[in-house]
């Protein structure tokens, strides 16, 4: 399996897995796939990763900015990460993970985001940050990972593309 930046020609394989990977998720609004789509056409993605394993795209990662209130600049949300549900357990969407957070690291990112289980995330380091809040999210599974020294605290929104229909 190798990892990589998405090209022009994985955008299908991408719906694809990110559709099959949601498609029985009982949180899922099944707008993943629209979501990492919006994010695209407004060139607000900051990274987008694919897994491949022999020539086929079995995973993928987005990562985008959020707004943290009062200001806050070189933050980023996780999200979608999808991986196709035949290949799910084997270590495609933690190795997606951990390629994203280094390459994060290694820009300069400030911290990263995400809503999701926190036994997946915080094996990589994410945790409860009281300082940050997510509205409208239970509060155990938005977690934060601080990339750089810098104390931040207020309210996060993503994207627009995260809340549109």
Not at 102 to 120: E, I, N
Request: glycine share 10%; aromatic share 8%.
């Amino acid at each position: 399996m190798i990892i990589r930046p998405e090209s022009e020609g994985d955008r299908e394989a991408i719906r694809r897995v990110t559709e099959a990977a949601f498609a029985s998720h009982p949180h899922s609004d099944q707008t993943e796939a629209l979501i990492i789509e919006r994010l695209r056409a407004d060139d607000a993605l900051t990274l987008s990763l694919v897994a491949e394993e022999n020539g086929d795209v079995i995973g993928h990662i987005a990562f985008s900015p959020v707004t943290i209130t009062p200001f806050a600049a070189g933050w980023c949300g996780l999200g979608p990460l999808s991986v196709r549900p035949d290949r799910q357990g084997r270590g495609a969407g933690s190795a997606l993970v951990r390629q994203g957070l280094d390459m994060l690291r290694d820009s300069g990112a400030s911290g990263c985001v995400v809503v999701g289980d926190p036994a997946f995330y915080g094996k990589f380091g994410f945790r409860r940050e009281p300082a940050l809040v997510f509205p409208g999210c239970a509060p155990q599974y938005f977690m934060v990972l601080v990339l750089s020294e810098t104390k931040v605290s207020g309210t996060v929104a993503y994207h627009p593309a995260f809340g549109s229909a």
